[in-house]
């Protein structure tokens, strides 16, 4: 079974700075998607970053990037330039890309991100 | 806004009732997904459907059921609550199965169970 593990529990970083989230996962597929959530104090799920596992190149969005690195099994989450709005919880998540098979999102336990002004 | 509504925000019961949380899916979404986010158990994966048919099964307990309807709304029932099943329970949606591209699911912003 797929298991996703996030070491950090809770993070700070101060406004405009860089921070990064670490994220392993342990599968026996050679083919999957990874994906980072944010959970806002409103605990709306918010998908910010998706990454194929057979792409080499790593995803970015905006000041969102990942380090992807498939023999690891580690896929971690950069933000740079920090903002206020960017405090949330922080799941990374793991999906089977095989079709026909269930489709369903295995969760890590989150990184609580502070952001000081 | 994802697209995806859940009914209702807010839930309050005692232990023993059964309660019906409800869904429904964006616009041409198939699948349907149950999650249940508590603090000791963290995100955790109930149950899916897809159109209509149940497709996989998580962590769900035997006093929980679901059904998709044809209109592909979903409802999760649950029964003889807990002190423990007191969560938050999202609902997504994804256009197909997995394996079709991102097949990206679209989070509700959930109902927030209380059990008493």
């Known amino acids: 079974a797929q298991t996703v593990t996030q070491s950090q529990p809770e993070m700070s970083v101060q406004e405009a700075e860089t921070v990064t989230l670490s994220c392993t996962y342990d599968?026996?597929?050679?083919?999957?998607?990874l994906f980072w959530y944010k959970q806002p104090p409103s605990r709306q799920m918010i998908l910010v970053i998706r990454?194929?596992?057979?792409?080499?190149q790593n995803a970015t969005e905006n000041r969102f990037s990942v380090n992807f690195q498939k023999a690891a099994k580690s896929f971690s989450l950069k933000i740079s330039d920090s903002q206020l709005g960017d405090a949330a919880m922080y799941f990374c998540?793991?999906?089977?890309?095989?079709?026909?098979?269930?489709?369903?999102?295995?969760f890590g336990k989150g990184t609580k991100l502070s952001v000081k002004p | 806004d994802s697209g995806v509504t859940q009914t209702p925000k807010h839930l309050i019961t005692a232990t023993g009732q059964r309660v019906t949380l409800r869904c429904s899916p964006r616009?041409?979404?198939?699948?349907v997904y149950w999650y249940q986010q508590s603090l000791d158990q963290g995100l955790q994966f109930l149950i899916q459907?897809?159109?209509?048919?149940?497709?996989a099964k998580g962590n769900i307990l035997e006093r929980f059921s679901a059904q998709q309807f044809p209109d592909l709304h979903s409802e999760l029932n649950l029964s003889s609550l807990e002190l423990g099943d007191s969560a938050l329970y999202f609902c997504?949606?994804?256009?197909?199965?997995?394996?079709?591209?991102?097949?990206?699911?679209?989070f509700g912003p959930g109902t927030r169970l209380t059990v008493l």
């Open positions: 997504a949606s994804s256009r197909g199965l997995a394996g079709s591209s991102y097949n990206e699911q679209f």
């Open positions: 616009s041409g979404d198939l699948s």
């Open positions: 990454q194929e596992a057979y792409k080499q």
């Open positions: 459907y897809y159109n209509g048919e149940e497709r």
């Open positions: 599968t026996s597929e050679s083919d999957y998607y």
């Open positions: 998540a793991y999906r089977t890309s095989y079709g026909g098979s269930q489709g369903n999102l295995i």
